[in-house]
């Protein structure tokens, strides 16, 4: 069965390549912050912010593809949009990024390679009048989230 076996391998190459991820990180607190997020929809910072706009009135589209980069919050009516990065695939200048000690080359092409797709994005989404805000997802996780909120909120005001 060839796609059982196709289906097989890619289920291997995402266990190694999240194995390999696991064994990469500092510490203990960084691993269960990057083991938390593998990169995709739906994950867990993104759900909280999605919960708290619809809380606050705010209605948007998820993952439209038609948009530069896949942003993962759309509003159309205001052509704004909102990324919710990851510190680590997406080398945020804060405590939870640091480069691999092991597969350093792995990592260095995977992030830098994340690093200029972010740019060309954003410069996209500029030039064709959207605009566009960056959530980290250590903003997510702070303990005062009124911070975050208050910048989304501006962002969308704005
Ligand atoms: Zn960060």
């Not at 990469?24 to 593998?38: A, E, G, K, T, W």
């Not at 948009?67 to 052509?79: A, H, S, T, Y």
């Not at 080398?91 to 640091?98: G, L, R, S, T, V």
């Not at 390679?113 to 996209?124: A, E, H, K, P, T």
Request: hydrophobic share 35%; glycine share 4%; with cysteine.
């Amino acid at each position: 069965m060839i796609s059982s076996q196709k289906q097989l391998i890619m289920l291997i190459d995402w266990a190694i390549f999240n194995w390999v991820k696991f064994l990469d990180v500092h510490s203990p607190q960084q691993r269960s912050f990057n083991m938390s997020r593998i990169q995709g929809k739906d994950t867990k910072p993104e759900m909280l912010l999605r919960k708290w706009l619809w809380s606050r009135g705010y209605r948007y589209r998820l993952h439209r593809k038609d948009i530069p980069g896949k942003p993962d919050i759309i509003f159309p009516g205001r052509k704004k949009v909102i990324f919710v990065h990851g510190c680590f695939w997406h080398k945020h200048a804060c405590k939870y990024f640091k480069w691999p000690k092991t597969n350093f080359e792995f990592w260095e092409k995977k992030i830098k390679g994340n690093v200029s797709r972010d740019n060309r994005n954003y410069q996209l989404l500029t030039e064709n009048n959207w605009q566009y805000l960056v959530v980290w997802e250590c903003e997510t996780k702070s303990r005062a989230p009124e911070k975050l909120f208050d910048k989304i909120e501006k962002f969308l005001l704005s």
